[in-house]
C-alpha cells in the first residue's frame, strides 16, 4: 500500500470536494489502486492553516471547514506561511486551489513554481498558472522528474484535457469548439425562456453561478483563459489572454434570441480554436448555432466541448463544468494519473 501526501493550498469548495470523495472513498482507491492519502498540511487564505507529518484526519478537515476555522483542529504545527509548508514540509503532491487571478497567475503560479522545483507533483484547478505560464511550467516538471496535472481548469471533472491529449493527439485535432462557461450557458438558456438579461443574471446570482462581480464570465474572460490552456496544452500553440478575440453576452437582447429562434438557431457563448496552415486563430464570442449542432442543445450549466479531428470527424463531450464535488474530483483523477501503474 503506497501512502500518498498532500498539501492542500486553499480549502475552498475544490478542496472540501477532493476531501469529501477521499473519505468516502476510502476502502475502494486502496483496493483498486492501492493508494492510501493522508493530509499532512492545509493552508487556507481564510481558514489559517495547520500541518502534521503524521496526518490530519480528512474528517477533521471537514468538520472545521464547515465552522470556517481549521485552528479548532489539534495539530503539531499552526499558523504556517505558504512557504513555510512547501519548504518545511515532507509531501508527495501539492494539491493547489487558491483563487484564480487571470493576470498574473499568482500567487499559485509561485507555489507551484516551488513545489516542481523540489520534485514534487502539482494537481491544481487554478486557470491562472497554466493559462499564462503553462509551458514555463511544463518544463520545470519534466527537469525535476515531476508531474503536473490541471484537468479541473477547463470542465472541472468531465476530462476534455484527457480526451484531448490522450485519445485524441493522434487523430490530429485541427479546431476546438465549447461552451466552457455554464454561467453563461445558463443566462442564454433563462434568456430563451423568455427572461431578460437582466433577470436571467439575477437568477444566476441568486443560485450561485455569478459571481456580485459576474464580468469574468459574462465578458468572456473564464472562457478565453480555457480557450489559452487548449491551445497551449493540446495544440502546443502558446498563445495570451490578448490574442483570444473576446467578445461576451451583455449585449444580446430578446430580440435576438427571439429571431434566432426564427432561424431555427440558440444563441451559444463559444470558444474556439483553429489551425491553419501553422496559425491559430483564438476567440470567444456568441453564436447563433443551427439547431442540429450538438453544441446547441446543451443547455442550462452544462458544458461542452467539440473536436473536430482528422480521423474521427467531430467528437463531442458533454458534463458538468462545475461543481464542489466535480472539480474536486478532476484533483482526485490527476493523482490517479499521476500514480497509476502500467
Known sequence: ??????????????????????????Q??????GLRFSVVGVNDLRMGSLADPAGIPLENILAAAAKGDLRTIPAEIKERSVEEMLNGLEYDVL????????RTGEPATSYIRQALHSGRHVVTTNKGPIALHYPELQRLAEQNSAQ???????????????LGM???????????????NGTTNFILTKMEQGNDYASALAEAQRL???????????EG???????????NVLMGKSITMQEVNRQGITHLTLADIEQARREGKRWKLIGSLEVSEGTIKASVRPLALPLSNPLAQVMGATNAINYTTRYLGDVTLVGAGAGRLETGYA????????YRKG
Open 28 to 33: 475502494t482507491l486502496e483496493a483498486s489502486y
Open 95 to 102: 494539491v493547489e486551489a487558491s483563487y484564480t487571478d487571470l
Open 208 to 218: 450561485g453561478y455569478a459571481e456580485a462581480d459576474p464580468s469574468g464570465d459574462v
Open 1 to 26: 500500500m503506497q501512502n500518498i501526501r498532500l498539501l492542500m493550498i486553499g480549502l475552498g469548495n475544490v478542496g472540501q470536494g477532493l476531501l469529501s470523495i477521499l473519505a468516502e472513498q476510502r
Open 166 to 180: 490522450k485519445w485524441l493527439k493522434a487523430a490530429e485535432i485541427h479546431r476546438v469548439q465549447g461552451i466552457f
Open 331 to 338: 484533483l482526485l483523477a490527476d493523482i490517479l494519473s499521476i
Open 148 to 162: 503536473i496535472g490541471f484537468e479541473g481548469t477547463v470542465m472541472s471533472g468531465t476530462p476534455a484535457i484527457f
Open 221 to 231: 474572460y473564464d472562457a478565453a483563459g480555457k480557450i489559452v490552456i487548449l491551445a
